[in-house]
């Protein structure tokens, strides 16, 4: 696969996107609530586009470009597994379109540091807003480190961009599609876009927000809103106050990305109203139908047996932190990629026992193949010419299967069936009879299997981390196992002496009832040989550690 993912790149990129950062550029289609196909590049991906709920074909503005922009977190709490499953899952997408297919993603995202459960907290921990929200921030972000998922190229905090959205605000209002009232709130007037309100199918008369009897439309949402008394506040045209929370998506996208989107990513409980009113802001401040051309949405995750999602509101989550105190970000990883990334999710300790296990079928068998390739291994003769084909089938399979949507769930089945196939020839035997060996293959399966699951993330398998951290621990185990077993064979090949209380000479050989414990030694020796641990009869051993370690898992 090629690797052209730069972060040093990327950044100047997303520097050099829009140097005009508010002014509307005209490069978005013409008006219209109809999802326009984009001219440009074609990827030969195709994508689930939550704006026309079906699949389509993947079309960049630039070629070997993807501008992404997703919703980030509102840092007044510890991170959640919910959270966690959305993020790692585009991270696994954008690896994707990196890795796989050659395309720099240029990825920003927005940090919500002003909100009312921020000031919630803050009033609780007797602490300013501001504390609250970069505690929560760092706190975020070293979530996100522990999982491996790759930062953005850039993020942007909302209170450091205040200015910013009160001049998108004025836009709007400008252009004629917001208003405001005598007590100092600003509303989007979802009348003034007519039946282009509503992209994501049934969400027209399904919500609408609190607020003032002064709103023309019940659907009518706050772009700014005035401060309450100790709360924090910026002034502007409007008076004291602070951001909406819709609004500063719209304003960060734009200041980095201009008039026109390749993907907006984040959970499927945002699509409305959150994207919904983000299109409807931008499109009326940049005076274009078709701001964004894709949106992706990742499915929920839910506690087994629960129909609700993982949310701090409903006191059914478990902490980032707290998970990774029993599984690692590889069985994590391993856990998202055997569902698609749209689809709601299960997580229960059956899940992730599953993950586990996959992890660990992988682990073996490269161990074991690496084993054989060292000659430490001896199997039955392999029939090369069967694996090399199917080698060849899985890589078009797994290509296939990551352009049609980035379905991870049909290109690990088809990894996982090469594992079972290449295990199928590793037939271990306790002596070779000499046929050709067939080392080639497997080298380059394993090499296959495991750029595959660098490009997923998973870049050590968590039983290969165990051997690093443990080798010590497992050379000690073996060595006392050898030991033990040549104390035992020196005691059985112990040879009978002249009887001391007659000196009558007997005859000078082993004991015979301390044969079976020779046989037993003999035995042993024999059983670890097709593990890698071959012990010699001087006692001099060679102990091949990840073999070892596989015939233990």
Avoid at 114 to 139: F, G, H, P, Q, T
Avoid at 162 to 174: L, S, T, Y
Wanted: glycine share 6%.
């Amino acid at each position: 696969f090629p690797r052209v993912f730069l972060a040093s790149h990327t950044i100047r990129a997303a520097q050099t996107l829009n140097t005009d950062t508010l002014t509307p550029v005209g490069s978005c289609s013409a008006p219209g609530k109809k999802w326009v196909r984009p001219s440009g590049f074609d990827t030969g991906l195709k994508a689930f586009n939550s704006l026309t709920k079906q699949k389509e074909p993947l079309i960049l503005a630039r070629e070997g470009i993807a501008t992404w922009y997703s919703c980030g977190p509102t840092v007044y709490d510890h991170a959640h597994l919910g959270h966690a499953c959305s993020y790692v899952r585009f991270d696994i997408l954008q690896r994707i379109l990196s890795r796989v297919f050659g395309i720099t993603v240029i990825h920003a995202m927005v940090i919500t540091d002003i909100d009312d459960k921020i000031i919630k907290r803050s009033w609780e921990e007797n602490v300013s807003a501001s504390v609250v929200a970069r505690l929560y921030e760092d706190e975020f972000k070293k979530d996100m480190l522990s999982l491996k998922v790759l930062p953005p190229s850039v993020y942007l905090r909302v209170t450091e961009n205040v200015q910013h959205i009160i001049a998108f605000i004025e836009r709007i209002i400008q252009n004629g599609h917001a208003y405001a009232t005598k007590e100092g709130d600003v509303y989007f007037d979802i009348q003034s876009i007519g039946d282009r309100y509503g992209k994501f199918v049934g969400a027209v008369d399904s919500h609408s927000e609190p607020g003032d009897s002064n709103k023309r439309d019940s659907r009518d949402f706050a772009l700014w809103k005035p401060s309450k008394p100790q709360e924090p506040w910026w002034e502007s045209p409007w008076g004291r106050g602070r951001p909406g929370w819709h609004i500063e998506c719209s304003t960060v996208a734009s200041s980095v990305f201009g008039s026109q989107l390749d993907i907006h990513s984040g959970g499927i409980d945002l699509a409305f109203p959150h994207h919904e009113n983000e299109v409807a802001q931008s499109e009326a401040y940049h005076q274009c139908g078709q701001w964004g051309n894709y949106f992706l949405h990742s499915g929920h995750l839910h506690l087994k047996g629960s129909t609700e999602k993982m949310s701090k509101s409903l006191k059914n989550y478990i902490t980032i932190k707290d998970f990774m105190q029993s599984y690692s970000a590889d069985e994590f990883r391993m856990f998202c990629l055997l569902s698609k990334y749209r689809s709601a999710i299960d997580y229960s300790e059956g899940s992730m026992s599953e993950a586990r296990a996959s992890l660990g079928t992988i682990s073996t068998f490269l161990h074991d193949a690496q084993a054989y390739m060292k000659g430490q291994l001896q199997c039955l003769p392999v029939q090369d010419a069967n694996l090399w084909e199917r080698l060849a089938e899985t890589k078009c399979f797994i290509q296939a299967a990551l352009a049609d949507d980035f379905d991870t769930p049909r290109a690990m089945n088809a990894l996982m069936n090469l594992v079972y196939h290449g295990n199928c020839q590793l037939q271990p035997v306790t002596k070779s009879d000499g046929t050709p060996r067939s080392p080639a293959v497997f080298g380059a399966m394993s090499s296959y299997i495991t750029d595959v699951l660098d490009i997923f993330g998973i870049s050590k398998l968590q039983s290969t981390a165990d051997v690093a951290s443990s080798s010590g621990s497992l050379e000690a185990i073996v060595d006392q196992l050898t030991r033990f077993r040549s104390d035992v064979r020196a005691f059985a090949l112990a040879r009978q002496q002249d009887d001391p209380s007659t000196g009558a000479p007997v005859k000078r050989g082993p004991y015979p009832d301390r044969m079976p414990l020779l046989k037993a030694c003999d035995a042993l020796r024999n059983d670890l040989a097709p593990m890698g641990v071959l012990i010699k009869v001087r006692s001099v051993f060679s102990v091949h550690f990840h073999s070892l370690l596989s015939c233990l898992h």
